[in-house]
């Protein structure tokens, strides 16, 4: 006879392991996008995006067809060319069944003779999808950390 009890502990823990898979696999993802930035892998950088993914930037907007652009404009060559580093700060993630999303702040820093200056600071809004090939980006959503209305919604857009 089986043992509802044991069932159900089974059961439940059954869901917190995919939670914690589901958690790993989006940290996993979100932390590959700055190494494949700082090479300039724009089809690494597509990978990580869903069919339909799209990325907001600043006034640049980009989707899955043009997803590999966001490493061939001036300003990212420039910012390879100086030796840069796009690093990104652990997500606070929201899991919602097969979505999800991710907060965090993304800064990049630029060579500067023996040192590093952070040339940018932004606040990232990662919305994903959990596909047959895993977890992808469905949208993201950087703006500059500068005070305005929007980067602060950013941020608070992750809450609830």
């Given at each position: 006879m089986e043992n509802?009890?044991?069932?159900?502990?089974?059961?439940a823990l059954a869901?917190?392991?995919?939670?914690?898979?589901?958690?790993?696999?989006i940290v996993r993802l979100i932390s590959a996008y700055g190494p494949a930035a700082d090479r300039s892998d724009g089809a690494a950088i597509r990978q990580l995006f869903s069919e339909d993914g799209t990325y907001e930037l600043e006034g640049w907007s980009f989707d899955h067809q043009s997803m590999e652009q966001t490493v061939q404009t001036d300003l990212h060559a420039r910012y390879v060319l100086a030796g840069s580093a796009h690093v990104m700060s652990l997500p606070h993630i929201r899991l919602m069944g097969d979505r999800a999303v991710a907060i965090n702040y993304s800064q990049v820093f630029v060579s500067e003779?023996?040192?590093?200056?952070?040339d940018r600071c932004a606040a990232n809004r990662?919305?994903?999808?959990?596909?047959?090939?895993?977890?992808?980006?469905?949208?993201?959503?950087?703006?500059?950390?500068?005070?305005?209305d929007a980067s602060?919604?950013?941020?608070?857009?992750g809450e609830g």
């Open positions: 509802p009890d044991l069932t159900e502990q089974i059961n869901v917190r392991v995919q939670q914690l898979e589901d958690h790993a696999a003779g023996d040192h590093w200056l952070v990662w919305e994903l999808v959990r596909t047959t090939d895993g977890w992808r980006i469905s949208r993201r959503v950087n703006r500059l950390l500068n005070g305005s602060v919604q950013l941020l608070a857009d």
